[in-house]
């Protein structure tokens, strides 16, 4: 008999669309690693990218592009990266946080949970911050490619597809 986690897994589908969006005032498409490593992370689980941006970490714009993508019938996620440290331009995790309709805090904890076993009391500094924003996954993770390749490596590429499913129930 298998746990409920894994038959909610089992019922999943496989293949997410994601929109990937950087939040950066000085990266580029060409140095864009964080968000680079998002794409193909997904891309060899077999995930299809449907939209890729940059954008700057300002807080109206920031909204008005989550709030379009998720009313796209061809986005179950969004996946961000940059934008949610301490900096007095950082303000994703603000803006995320006031749009999302359910929170997802644990995103958040593990997030922090992982990275302190990398790179110790500095992991308090990370405001990864997740939730639903009505249907639509949304998760933000720090800019650093090693913060984004933990938060794919441990937590997105192994529950994107359970979380989806729940998020469409």
């Given at each position: 008999?298998?746990?409920?986690?894994?038959?909610?897994?089992?019922?999943?589908?496989?293949v997410?669309?994601?929109?990937?969006?950087?939040?950066?005032?000085?990266?580029?498409m060409?140095?864009?690693?964080?968000?680079?490593?998002i794409?193909?992370?997904?891309?060899?689980?077999g995930?299809?990218?449907?939209?890729?941006?940059?954008?700057?970490?300002?807080?109206?714009?920031?909204?008005?592009?989550?709030?379009?993508?998720?009313?796209?019938?061809?986005?179950?996620?969004?996946?961000?990266?940059?934008?949610?440290?301490?900096?007095?331009?950082?303000?994703?995790?603000?803006?995320?946080?006031?749009?999302i309709?359910?929170?997802?805090?644990?995103?958040?904890?593990?997030?922090r949970?992982?990275?302190?076993?990398?790179?110790?009391?500095?992991?308090?500094?990370?405001?990864?911050?997740?939730?639903?924003?009505h249907?639509?996954?949304?998760l933000?993770?720090?800019?650093?490619?090693?913060?984004?390749r933990l938060?794919?490596?441990?937590?997105v590429?192994?529950?994107?597809?359970?979380?989806?499913?729940?998020?469409?129930?």
């Open positions: 008999m298998s746990s409920v986690p894994e038959t909610h897994r089992q019922q999943a589908p496989t997410v669309r994601c929109a990937v969006i950087t939040v950066s005032d000085t990266r580029t060409e140095n864009d690693v964080g968000g680079q490593t794409v193909e992370m997904l891309s060899a689980k995930h299809q990218i449907v939209e890729r941006r940059i954008i700057r970490d300002e807080p109206e714009p920031m909204r008005a592009l989550l709030t379009s993508l998720s009313q796209r019938s061809d986005v179950d996620a969004i996946l961000m990266t940059g934008g949610t440290g301490l900096g007095s331009r950082d303000q994703t995790f603000e803006t995320i946080s006031q749009l309709t359910k929170p997802l805090p644990g995103f958040g904890e593990l997030f949970m992982l990275s302190y076993a990398e790179v110790g009391a500095a992991a308090m500094l990370s405001r990864a911050v997740g939730g639903l924003l249907r639509t996954v949304v933000a993770m720090p800019g650093s490619p090693g913060g984004v938060a794919m490596e441990k937590l590429l192994p529950e994107l597809g359970h979380l989806v499913r729940e998020a469409r129930r």
